[in-house]
């Protein structure tokens, strides 16, 4: 198996490792693997393209992507496309897919899973065409994004107390928009008011950062927070903290193979975030699942290490 290692220096993690020992012990570990392994490292600017060409690579088995869910997700994308398998070394501030796949959140600790990691599939959603891997969300997260970009901030540390105030900014002046949304193409747009949106790429489990159980479900989760004043998304952030975002009474919740979003009163300059980046929202949305379509190398799966057990 011949791979391509594609290392954001400019991600989280990386910014204070010795990328070129990191590198060495990586291609050693993947060696030990019977698996052949180049490394490349590259500034963040320079990631998307590395990406590109690593997965335009015919003599290529798959690829290895590095960084912050930035980076990933575009990786997963291309790699997608491409029908290559993609591992995921995490190496940003939430690392919201790796921790969905189960991989350790140690850069070392994750080569060394990678390098004797099966193949398996698992499934990847896409926006009006765009591939994404954990979530499209519009309101609340989206206005939250907004702020925490106009702040500076460069650190781990800095982005998350940068994080803490945009919530704190949101909390106070909470949006509130319409919505007309359709599942699974049943034809009965239905039409509300909301102060969040969120569409995941399989539902989120019941834990504070919103990571999927299970990557490989096949169901989109859908959640929309109906508009409530700032006490109400006081207490709807303070759920989400404790894993209970199901159980808040603002939310209504369900899941949808295929999801359709019109904003009747569609501004240009609203704002929507796909895994983490901030977008020009269309008028129109449609999200779609697309099960198993995405090869990972990452740890058997749950139920695959149960029944072995069994």
């Not at 909301?194 to 569409?199: E, K, L, P, Q």
Request: aromatic fraction near 6%; hydrophobic fraction near 45%; charge should be neutral.
């Amino acid at each position: 198996m011949k791979l391509r290692a594609v290392l954001n220096r400019d991600g989280g993690t990386f910014r204070t490792t010795d990328m070129a020992d990191f590198c060495a012990r990586t291609t050693e570990a993947f060696a030990r693997a019977d698996k052949e392994l180049e490394c490349r490292i590259v500034a963040g600017s320079e990631v998307v393209g590395a990406l590109e060409e690593a997965c335009a690579d015919s003599g290529l088995d798959g690829v290895i992507a590095g960084g912050g869910d930035g980076t990933i997700s575009a990786a997963a994308g291309l790699a997608w496309r491409a029908g290559l398998p993609l591992g995921v070394i995490p190496a940003g501030t939430m690392n919201l897919f790796a921790r969905a796949l189960k991989m350790p959140l140690d850069i070392h600790q994750a080569v060394e899973a990678l390098a004797t990691s099966p193949v398996r599939s698992v499934d990847i959603a896409t926006a009006n065409g765009r591939p994404f891997v954990h979530q499209f969300s519009a309101g609340m997260h989206a206005r939250m994004v907004r702020m925490r970009n106009q702040m500076e901030f460069a650190s781990r540390l800095g982005k998350m107390r940068a994080s803490s105030q945009a919530i704190l900014g949101v909390i106070l002046d909470p949006p509130r928009f319409e919505v007309a949304f359709d599942l699974d193409g049943d034809g009965k747009p239905e039409n509300r008011d909301v102060s969040a949106i969120s569409v995941s790429n399989n539902p989120f489990g019941a834990n504070a950062l919103l990571v999927q159980d299970d990557p490989a479900g096949g169901k989109l989760g859908v959640y929309f927070a109906a508009p409530v004043p700032s006490a109400g998304v006081a207490k709807l952030a303070f759920d989400i903290l404790r894993g209970r975002l199901k159980d808040n009474e603002a939310v209504d919740h369900g899941t949808a193979r295929t999801v359709r979003l019109h904003f009747p009163k569609y501004r240009k300059g609203a704002l929507c975030v796909l895994d983490g980046e901030l977008l020009r929202m269309p008028e129109y949305v449609e999200i779609r699942q697309h099960p198993g379509e995405l090869r990972v190398i990452a740890p058997a799966a749950v139920a695959t290490l149960a029944q072995a057990a069994g």
